[in-house]
């Protein structure tokens, strides 16, 4: 299956205060590695999703104030696939603004949308259904 016109928006506002202490606002839940991981869980849930749509179709949906971290965590992410949020309106707004602009490059396009913050366990289950949906 080809990837073109398959995208993926990575959902990573938070306030954190979800997951405290460990989760800050300063650095929310996403910005964290846990267990023995060595990726944030954000770096997890990128490269998972850019192995199913490619990395040039990966939108990030981010607060202003956390920009720094996500460019710092996702250097190979295309900076303007970092979209950053004026205000933070929760799940709804997020996915339509982030979809317009996946829209835009692509009319067609089909989109898959991912909490940046989950710990998924079983990827090889994860990506199959990924690709079965999309």
Known sequence: MKMAGRFAIVMAGGSGTRFWPASRAARPKQFLALGDAHESLLQATVRRASALVGIGN??????????DDTRRQLPDLPRENV???PIGRNTAP?????????????????IATLPADPHIADEAAFSAAMLRAL
């Open 94 to 110: 997020c996915i339509a603004w982030a979809s317009a602009h996946a829209r835009r490059r692509d009319p067609e396009a089909v």
């Open 83 to 85: 979209l950053l949020e």
């Open 58 to 67: 990966v939108l990030v949906v981010t607060s202003s104030r956390h920009a």
